[in-house]
């Protein structure tokens, strides 16, 4: 592994299902973070993880729970899906100067 | 609340200066970034400025921070169709880490 990996890579998902997003980093990282991005959008943080053990809320939180259980993981879960949540979904890990992030899963609730 | 603001849309020639512009709102930010994003891929890290900084090069890369006015560019040299994507500035909210970004300008360049 190298770098941020994320699974799966794409998803359709039937509403009201539950679905768990993977995010792996190898860096070490202490800090982990978890977007999505819509169009016109841009970017916009839902939890993230300052370290293990620990998780925050973002701008978007409402729907989805984190976990942070080491460093290395920190899996982002729907407990209900619903359309507003089709989109593309980044995790990113980082140093205090600067995050770098994973290739993406793109999400599909129908 | 924070907030990043960018112009959608920029088209340039290949070979001409491409310049992207992006405006903050938190006086406290420590850091700001541009990310690079192609079709279909996540986000690159281009560059960073620390606050405190004014102009950072790197290669055909220009940084440039008036703090005063919450202003940042992005200044590409010798613009070349590789350079097609989609640019984000972000920046780094004080002592959390955490980013905001704006919405992302998309530099197309003709040949």
Redo the contacts between chains.
């Keep these: 592994i190298a770098g941020i990996t994320q699974a799966p890579t794409s998803q359709i998902l039937a509403a009201g299902r539950r679905m768990t997003l993977r995010c792996t980093q190898d860096m070490r990282h202490n ?1 982990m ?1 978890w ?1 999505r991005q819509d169009l ?6 839902i939890h ?1 993880s ?1 370290t293990a053990g620990t998780t925050g809320k ?1 701008e978007v939180p409402d729907g989805y729970s984190v976990s942070r259980a080491n460093t290395d993981d920190f899996p982002l879960t729907l407990a209900s899906a619903v359309p507003s949540q089709t989109s593309v979904y ?1 995790c ?1 890990s ?1 140093t ?9 899963t793109r999400l599909l609730v129908l | 609340g924070e907030d ?1 603001e960018q112009s959608l849309f920029l088209s340039v020639r290949e070979g001409d200066s491409s310049v992207i512009n992006c405006t903050y709102t938190d006086s406290s930010s420590t ?1 700001l ?1 541009w ?1 690079k994003q192609e079709p279909g ?5 281009l560059t ?1 400025i620390f606050s405190n900084m004014d102009m950072k090069q790197d290669q055909r890369l220009t940084v440039l921070l008036n703090k005063k006015d919450k202003h940042l560019s992005l200044r590409i040299a010798d613009t070349q169709t590789g350079d097609s994507a989609i640019y ?1 500035c ?1 920046e780094a909210t004080s002592n959390t ?8 300008t998309t530099l197309q360049v003709k040949p």
């Design positions: 800090a973070y977007y016109g959008l841009g970017l916009r943080l993230y300052n973002g980044f990113a980082g205090e100067q600067t995050q770098y992030f994973g290739p993406g | 990043v850091y970034y990310y891929a996540g986000l690159q890290l960073y984000f972000a880490g955490k980013l905001i970004f704006g919405q992302g």
